[in-house]
């Protein structure tokens, strides 16, 4: 549930693990992995038939199912050399395999490759799925399809798609994601482009895939790009930056699967200015944790949608650890304002499986990063139950409506309220190592106050557990020294 502890710096070791793929290293590991392409998976060894029932963990531990008795055959018709576009629908045969790419080749049509057939890939070359086309690569337990680097010494850049779907079932793809022009952590072996100003678009489909040795991440997801449902058993290892990049909005997808053994064992979500959940959905626990921010993010996580769209709820399933770029937030409710918000958090964890919202740095501090922010006037349904905030609190711009304790200029806090809620929504939690205050209760109204000290353990707060809210007058105890400042005990 850590990332690699190799990785401590995203600049510093993805370029150690770029230089070190293309020596001796990668050829060793591309090598070890080209025989996939006839050794195959059983159906019934593998991880849980349904993409949301736990965390997929390969019998063997090494990142594939166990061996079976492979039924591809030595191909008598191959190799086959492919000059240009697909413009017309083919089926690439595993007898007249291996299917040789020349150079970057656009796929218009469908094109479709059997069990048992493998394809490769000149170094920085990419297929590039667009208009009517797709690939359909759809192996069984024992014909595994293998898609990989013609010279295991020169990587090739990506599968990518521009929108069109495509579907990958028992293929092991290795030896890509060479980065070009683009940030390493930017780019994939397979990268999946949406249509941002549309909902999720489930164009990805894999079960019983594996994607090994990729220069960068292994699946990047971008635009509202999604995996399709029923995605299953995905296994990424070996990348020199993520298993995968997604857009923050599409994360439901993600399968089950095995995510470890990369250069950093987390799943990114990149964040930005279009990215924002807007969608119900589940960040499921895949084993790994999820990196909020990329470097050339603010690391901001956006859950809310405009007054004119349905109301929308984020679960977080027990045991999810969050992982925020130094400085990045978690809003609830983009807005501090009076309307009545219409995004939910619903947080649940267990004793035994708490969910952790913490800082991603290699040294955590108090402060790191911002902390979670309810605005506008959180729903009734809003639920922090064995939740861990740890090293939130860091300083802010903006202010809130409490009454000011000290020489502050802002009551910032591990977890801000912006508007006065129904009930004590956060139950069995912990703060850890606030640089400022616990809760920031930044309401102004004359009803209850909604105290926020049972039920909630306190550790390393620098201020206040809890700030203090005015009455609707926007009337404090005065002076200063009266307002209500439980402290750590």
């Given amino acids: 549930m850590r990332e690699n502890t190799a990785a401590r710096t995203l600049q510093a070791s993805i370029m150690m693990m770029m230089s070190s793929r293309i020596g001796l290293g990668f050829v060793l590991l591309t090598a070890a992995l080209a025989p996939l392409a006839c050794v195959s998976s059983s159906p019934s060894s593998g991880g849980p038939a349904t993409p949301d029932s736990g965390i997929y963990t390969p019998p063997d531990g090494g990142g594939v199912d166990p061996p079976v008795q492979s039924e591809c055959v030595a191909p008598t018709k191959g190799p086959t050399v492919h000059p240009g576009s697909v413009n017309a629908a083919e089926t690439w045969t595993a007898d007249t395999s291996p299917h040789i790419i020349q150079f970057d080749t656009s796929i218009y049509k469908p094109l479709t490759i059997e069990p048992c057939a493998e394809v490769l890939l000149p170094g920085g070359a990419s297929l590039l799925i667009r208009n009517e086309g797709t690939i359909i690569a759809e192996g069984t337990a024992t014909k595994r399809i293998h898609i990989g680097a013609k010279d295991p010494t020169k990587p090739f850049t990506q599968i990518r798609s521009y929108g069109p779907a495509a579907r990958f079932a028992y293929t092991t793809i290795d030896g890509g994601g060479v980065a070009g022009n683009t940030a390493v952590y930017n780019a994939g072996t397979i990268d999946f482009q949406g249509d941002g100003l549309k909902p999720t678009q489930q164009s990805l489909f894999v079960d019983h895939v594996t994607i090994a040795g990729s220069a960068s991440n292994g699946i990047v997801l971008r635009d509202n790009a999604g995996f399709t449902q029923g995605s299953n058993a995905l296994v990424i290892k070996g990348s020199a930056a993520y298993p995968m990049s997604v857009f923050a909005r599409t994360v439901g997808g993600i399968p089950v699967g095995a995510y470890t053994g990369n250069t950093i064992d987390q799943i990114l979500l990149p964040t930005g200015n279009t990215d924002t959940i807007n969608e119900t959905t589940t960040l499921h626990e895949r084993g790994v944790p999820y990196a909020v921010g990329s470097p050339a993010s603010a690391g901001d996580l ?70 979670l922010r309810f605005g506008d006037i959180p729903t009734a349904q809003n639920k922090l139950d064995y939740v861990h905030v740890v090293n939130a609190g860091g300083a802010s711009s903006g202010g809130s409506g409490s009454c000011p304790d000290n020489d502050e200029l802002m009551n910032d806090a591990a977890i801000r309220i912006y508007g006065w809620p129904t009930s004590q929504f956060i139950t069995h939690t912990e703060i850890t190592g606030s640089a400022t205050n616990g809760i920031d209760r930044g309401w102004r109204d004359d009803r209850d106050k909604i105290d926020f000290l049972d039920g909630i353990k306190y550790t390393g707060i620098a201020l206040c557990n809890q700030t203090y809210p005015p009455n609707a007058a926007n009337v404090c105890p005065q002076p200063k020294s009266a307002v209500p400042c439980p402290k750590t005990l």
């Fill in 302 to 371: 956006v859950l809310d949608v405009q007054q004119t769209q349905n109301p929308v709820t984020l679960t977080i399933e027990p045991g999810v650890e969050m992982k925020f770029k130094k400085g990045g937030v978690f809003r609830i409710a983009n807005f501090a304002g009076s309307n009545p918000a219409r995004a939910t958090l619903l947080a649940v964890g267990t004793p035994e499986k708490p969910i952790l919202f913490t800082s991603n740095e290699p040294t955590q501090a108090p402060g790191d990063w911002l902390g």
